[in-house]
């Protein structure tokens, strides 16, 4: 197939990216101009030079494409820069999704977020959920995946684990009792690349996970384990941090964010069955997953 691609130049666009090229298929990538050599593999790519607020670009980069993968996505806002959750998640797959309607790529599949959902607790995911059910309401074969923080060489996840697990201490907030359950990215190139050729994924949304829920607390002895260290978290109230991140979280630099915190405090946690019973994949267990990562 000939596939048009979003968020190319991500950690886990990337990723994609390679898996589509390994199992044979053509690649056409959206990147800023600049971001360009992000893409790792860009010579063995098309290369569209814009963003998806564009819809000459879009339309340019669709035609001819058998499929559309669409990974843009944020996990911060920056309202003065024009960078917002309704903006990137809602407008931008909007965008893209109207363009492969009218273009005649019919296939799309979808990146959401573990935890989007109607009434959600977040910005983040509510507008994950209200990009979700715009796609459900055109005629395109859509499937959508949600995947749970995902753990690979070079991702962001494991950036800030790496950060948080070399410190004398490590830092936790809150009780570091919340479950989590990490997918090793190589598990999440599988789902997008099998599927692409597999009619039988049409119409439906996956939760992708981990085997199982890991605390946060335990999430960082065993990174810490696999970094050849020990442990030593120090927990800090979140009360105090809440306030400090509500007041300070506009400066650059402060590194988290009111709506972060709030989906700390519930689990994010997931049923992989379905995702299990129509894709054959093996689910790669967390500490498997820390080591493939730190490799």
């Known amino acids: 197939m000939k596939v048009f691609l979003t968020g190319g130049t991500g950690f886990v666009g990337n990723a994609i990216v390679a898996g589509l090229l390994e199992a044979g298929h053509r690649v056409r990538a ?20 814009g963003g998806i607020e564009n819809a000459d670009l ?28 309704e903006k990137a998640h809602v407008d931008g797959t909007k965008s893209v999704a109207d363009t492969a309607l009218r273009t005649g790529a019919r296939r799309f599949i979808h990146m959401s977020a573990l935890g989007a959902r109607p009434n959600a607790s977040t910005r983040y995911f509510s507008t994950k959920w209200a990009a979700e059910e715009y796609l459900r309401s055109l005629p395109l074969n859509t499937t959508i995946f949600r995947p749970s923080v995902i753990i690979g060489p070079n991702g962001e996840f494991t950036a ?4 948080l697990c070399s410190l004398p201490l490590t830092p936790v907030i809150g009780n570091g009792n919340y479950r989590l359950q990490p997918v090793a990215i190589a598990n999440v190139v599988e789902c997008f690349i099998r599927a692409l050729g597999d009619p039988g994924t049409i119409g439906k949304a996956y ?16 990174f810490t384990e696999v970094m050849g260290k020990k442990a030593r978290l120090l927990h800090f109230p979140k009360e105090p941090i809440k306030l400090m991140t509500k007041i300070f979280q506009r400066i650059p630099g402060w590194p988290i964010t009111t709506e972060q915190l709030a989906m700390l405090e519930e689990d994010q946690v997931c049923d992989t069955g379905p995702l299990l019973e129509d894709i054959n994949i093996k689910l790669i267990p ?3 997953a820390c080591a493939l990562a730190l490799s």
Request: proline residues 4%.
């Open 30 to 49: 959206l990147a800023r101009r600049g971001s360009e050599k992000k893409l790792k593999v860009a010579d063995r790519c098309e290369i569209v030079s």
């Open 286 to 288: 967390y500490r498997d």
């Open 58 to 85: 879009l339309r340019e980069g669709i035609e001819g494409c058998d499929a559309v993968i669409h990974l843009v996505g944020i996990i911060r806002e920056y309202p003065k820069k024009g960078v917002t959750f």
């Open 207 to 222: 939760s992708v996970g981990g085997p199982e829920p890991v605390s946060f607390n335990d999430m960082l002895r065993v």
């Open 160 to 163: 800030m684990l790496k950060q």
